[in-house]
């Protein structure tokens, strides 16, 4: 069956969140351990990724070279991080193949989303991103039209628009490798942020996707068999932080979007996997939310949170 993979942030780092080049290889080899065993088993695999802590120190050098070179926009921010991420895999994945005796090529598509130049998001953005900056620090960026607000005590942060995933516009480029038997890496970081203007070309703009949003989109596109959404927990909690928690196994979709009605799975963290799982079950497939470590466990049914028609 075909299987996409939306690899979380903490597969790209360190434990303790630490993006240094080399915690970045050594976590992404660990990734590649279990992604390998599901294409040993037979598996035509996607993979997405985040690039949270990626992007983040791109606009660390922004910040600190604003008074002397331009910075670089967000669309340029997620390319690069592609690039650079989906290099890393490549290596790892190709070494973890090797070593279990599969002869699967992987590749990378630099890919863009498509999202809507209309999204309520562009006229009022208020994801924040990066770090908070002392007022006279943000002013510089904002001189090079950035939009940034004062959060009080803890300094100025940048916002941006977050806008939805309407369709990954290099699906098709996916597909055709996949077909021809490789370990596509796709859409990392929710993909490049673009929009078609009013003259019908593409053209990247400043906003940040929710890479699992994406990766339910993507996964629609490719017809996958089941999503995996790889995260820091074994499973999605129910009642988190009560006497009466449990972890939820395998659950109807309906019955998972009514716990987040409840506001059960919170915005900042959670919410967006869950409503990633319930899109891509509405349209018949079967979506689980597990750890990079229970990954083989989940699809056998014995670990995660699967969420089902």
């Known amino acids: ?22 915690d970045q290889r050594l976590a992404i080899g660990v990734a590649a351990e ?22 983040g120190n791109l606009l660390v050098k922004n910040e600190i070279a604003a008074a002397v070179v331009p910075p670089v926009p967000l669309d340029w921010c997620g390319a690069q991080t592609q690039g650079t991420i989906g290099v890393l895999l490549l290596n790892a994945l190709d070494a973890a193949l090797a070593r279990r005796g599969v002869n699967s090529r992987t590749a990378v598509v630099v890919s863009r989303t498509l999202v809507s130049p209309d999204d309520r998001g562009f006229t009022d953005p208020v994801k924040p991103i990066g770090r908070y900056l002392p007022a006279a620090e943000a002013a510089d960026l904002i001189a090079h039209g950035q939009t940034w607000r004062d959060f009080g005590p803890r300094g100025w942060r940048r916002v941006v628009a977050s806008p939805e995933p309407l369709a990954c516009l290099d699906a098709v ?15 990392g970081g929710g993909g490049v942020p673009t929009i078609r203007d009013e003259r019908g070309e593409l053209r990247g703009v400043e906003a940040v996707i929710d890479k699992d949003l994406t990766a339910a989109v993507l996964a629609r596109q490719l017809e996958a068999d089941t999503l995996i959404i790889a995260t820091d927990v074994e499973a999605v909690i ?11 196994g395998e659950i109807p979709v309906a019955r998972m979007r009514a716990l987040a009605g409840d506001g059960q799975f ?18 018949g497939g079967r979506a689980i939310i597990t750890s990079l470590h229970h990954i083989a466990d989940a699809l056998a049914g014995t670990a995660g949170t699967a969420v089902v028609p």
């Not at 279990?34 to 997405?48: C, E, H, R, Y």
């Not at 480029?173 to 021809?180: H, I, K, N, W």
């Open 1 to 22: 069956m075909t299987i996409l993979i939306a690899l979380g942030g903490n597969a790209m780092t360190a434990p303790d969140g630490s993006a240094r080049p080399e």
């Open 34 to 55: 279990s992604v390998a065993d599901i294409v040993a088993a037979g598996n035509p695999v996607v993979l997405t990724h985040g690039n949270g802590p990626q992007v």
């Open 173 to 187: 480029t996916a597909a055709a490798l996949l077909a021809a038997g490789f370990v596509v890496v796709c859409a």
């Open 238 to 248: 129910e009642g988190w932080g009560t006497a009466t928690a449990r972890p939820i």
């Open 266 to 283: 919170p915005a900042g963290s959670m919410g967006p996997k869950v409503e990633a799982a319930c899109r891509f079950a509405d349209g």
